[in-house]
């Protein structure tokens, strides 16, 4: 990926594309940022471009022989640390600055990303700190934090930081789709406004058979031609399938409560609901006081499953509030 394809980071990428313009990288950077923003794809479109053996317009040619190294999972001057478990341990810091005492095997730079730096235990941040502090020549470090927990400063004063930040709705949303393009615009949208702007926290999500319950719930409560045992019926029906949802139960209930309150925005700004044509629908026909009891009846579920309720009958209460409040005149 060049930098050029980097959605919602402007700063960085400019910050990082005229180091590489002027031949002005440091030993050592830190990106720090939310999960899912970019951080990773961005550290990883340098070492692209640093191993590229003959360039075009500032992106990698991809059909070079470092290309064709690095897109395979085989340059030998790229390294990838990941926590070993919860945590990076400091054997894996040792093994990496033994590594670090040999030249770059192909001549060039060689680049060494290290992934959740803020799960480093102190020793294993004390023996970093000491490669950062006395950088071996031709090496470039690039370390990837999370912004939820706190570094060593040690390592942030001795490193430069590029800072990363969330992606509007419609960033996040185009992210969203190039990655999984079997997603709607409606459901993409939704995970991007769920996770706050950060894409890779929607992917991380990403669980069809939860998109695919969504999407029912949205239309069975839009549907005007069934009959009060027929939408009991149907009620129960969504809520089994809700309680057998394992992990993507409190995510889908975010997901609806992000639908209602999004009409309900719309509504209230008298805006035009974009690209969603379930949330038009919705929007002509519920009025305020629907949508307001309907986000209730999905944030009264939430407290219900958190004290250990049978799931079953929190999802049943709950889609017989939502069908209730969905036919209300």
């Given at each position: 990926?060049?930098?050029?394809?980097?959605?919602?980071?402007?700063?960085?990428?400019?910050?990082?594309s005229?180091?590489?313009?002027?031949?002005?990288?440091?030993?050592?950077?830190?990106?720090?940022?939310?999960?899912?923003?970019?951080k990773?794809?961005?550290?990883?479109?340098?070492?692209?471009?640093?191993?590229?053996?003959?360039?075009?317009?500032?992106?990698?040619?991809?059909?070079?022989?470092?290309?064709?190294?690095?897109?395979?999972?085989?340059?030998?001057?790229?390294?990838?640390?990941?926590?070993?478990?919860?945590?990076?341990?400091?054997?894996?810091?040792?093994?990496?600055?033994?590594?670090?005492?040999?030249?770059?095997?192909?001549?060039?730079?060689?680049?060494?990303?290290?992934?959740?730096?803020?799960?480093?235990?102190?020793?294993?941040?004390n023996?970093?700190?000491?490669?950062?502090e006395?950088?071996?020549?031709?090496?470039?470090?690039?370390?990837?934090?999370?912004?939820?927990?706190?570094?060593?400063?040690?390592?942030?004063?001795?490193?430069?930081?590029?800072?990363f930040?969330?992606?509007?709705?419609d960033?996040?949303?185009?992210?969203?789709?190039?990655?999984?393009?079997?997603?709607?615009?409606?459901?993409?949208?939704?995970?991007?406004?769920?996770t706050?702007?950060?894409?890779?926290?929607?992917?991380?999500?990403h669980?069809?058979?939860?998109?695919?319950?969504?999407?029912?719930?949205?239309?069975?409560?839009?549907?005007?031609?069934?009959?009060?045992?027929?939408?009991?019926?149907?009620?129960?029906?969504?809520a089994?399938?809700?309680?057998d949802?394992?992990?993507?139960?409190?995510?889908?209930?975010?997901?609806?409560?992000?639908?209602?309150?999004?009409?309900?925005?719309?509504?209230?700004?008298?805006?035009?609901?974009?690209?969603?044509?379930?949330?038009?629908r919705?929007?002509?026909?519920?009025?305020?006081?629907?949508?307001?009891?309907?986000?209730?009846?999905?944030?009264?579920?939430?407290?219900?499953?958190?004290?250990?309720?049978?799931?079953?009958?929190?999802?049943?209460?709950?889609?017989?509030?939502?069908?209730?409040?969905?036919?209300?005149?």
């Amino acid at each position: 990926m060049a930098f050029s394809e980097i959605v919602g980071q402007p700063k960085a990428v400019k910050l990082l594309s005229r180091s590489l313009a002027g031949n002005r990288l440091a030993h050592g950077y830190l990106f720090s940022g939310p999960d899912g923003v970019g951080k990773t794809t961005t550290a990883l479109a340098l070492a692209a471009f640093l191993f590229c053996q003959a360039p075009e317009d500032g992106r990698p040619c991809g059909l070079c022989g470092g290309c064709l190294k690095f897109t395979s999972g085989n340059h030998p001057d790229f390294l990838r640390i990941r926590p070993d478990g919860a945590v990076i341990k400091i054997d894996q810091i040792r093994a990496l600055k033994k590594g670090l005492s040999f030249s770059p095997f192909e001549g060039g730079k060689r680049v060494v990303i290290i992934e959740d730096v803020q799960t480093m235990a102190r020793p294993a941040g004390n023996s970093l700190l000491k490669i950062l502090e006395e950088p071996p020549p031709d090496n470039l470090l690039l370390l990837v934090a999370s912004d939820s927990e706190p570094i060593l400063p040690t390592i942030i004063s001795r490193c430069q930081v590029i800072p990363f930040i969330p992606l509007t709705t419609d960033e996040a949303t185009t992210v969203i789709q190039r990655t999984n393009p079997e997603l709607s615009v409606e459901e993409a949208r939704a995970m991007s406004v769920l996770t706050g702007g950060c894409p890779g926290q929607a992917m991380a999500m990403h669980d069809e058979e939860m998109l695919r319950l969504r999407s029912a719930c949205i239309q069975a409560l839009l549907s005007t031609d069934r009959g009060e045992a027929e939408s009991v019926e149907s009620a129960l029906d969504l809520a089994g399938r809700m309680a057998d949802l394992k992990e993507g139960l409190e995510p889908l209930l975010d997901l609806l409560a992000v639908f209602f309150k999004d009409v309900m925005v719309a509504a209230l700004s008298d805006a035009e609901v974009q690209q969603d044509a379930d949330a038009g629908r919705a929007r002509e026909r519920w009025n305020l006081q629907q949508l307001s009891d309907m986000v209730q009846a999905v944030d009264n579920a939430g407290p219900s499953l958190a004290r250990n309720c049978n799931r079953g009958l929190v999802c049943e209460v709950m889609m017989l509030e939502l069908f209730s409040a969905a036919g209300r005149n």
